[in-house]
């Protein structure tokens, strides 16, 4: 599996964007999708991940209420639908594929390249 995220920029507080992960492979609807975030200086954490048919979702507490996490195998895509953007939201943004059909907070394997966010205050 490959993927590849795009849709990052830089974008007021406030504002809204939303990124696409692009994946490859026969098998890309067989597995949980998650998008996490490494901001300079601190650990990687978990953002949101996403069940194989979608059906079932989860959020860190941070961007409750705020991200969207969706996909479409049919495209080989998944999305993250990121509104009211604070400051701390600026991060490099990464999805991965998780070696499950449910969705969860570890136990990926396959990892994109980032895109970058930034949001000015």
């Known amino acids: 599996v490959q993927l590849q995220a795009c849709g990052g920029g830089l974008v007021q507080a406030g504002g809204s964007l939303r990124l696409s992960c692009a994946g490859s492979?026969?098998?890309?609807?067989?597995?949980?999708k998650g998008w996490f975030r490494q901001a300079p200086g601190k650990e990687r954490e978990f953002v949101a991940s996403?069940?194989?048919?979608?059906?079932?979702?989860s959020y860190a507490d941070s961007v409750k209420g705020r991200f969207t996490i969706s996909r479409d195998n049919a495209k080989n895509t998944v999305y993250l639908q990121m509104n009211s953007l604070k400051p701390e939201d600026t991060a490099v943004y990464y999805c991965?594929?998780?070696?499950?059909?449910?969705?969860?907070?570890?136990?990926?394997?396959?990892w994109g390249l980032g895109t970058q966010v930034t949001v000015s205050s």
């Open positions: 996403i069940s194989r048919y979608g059906g079932t979702t």
């Open positions: 492979g026969p098998t890309f609807s067989n597995f949980a």
């Open positions: 991965a594929s998780r070696h499950s059909a449910a969705p969860g907070t570890s136990g990926y394997d396959y």
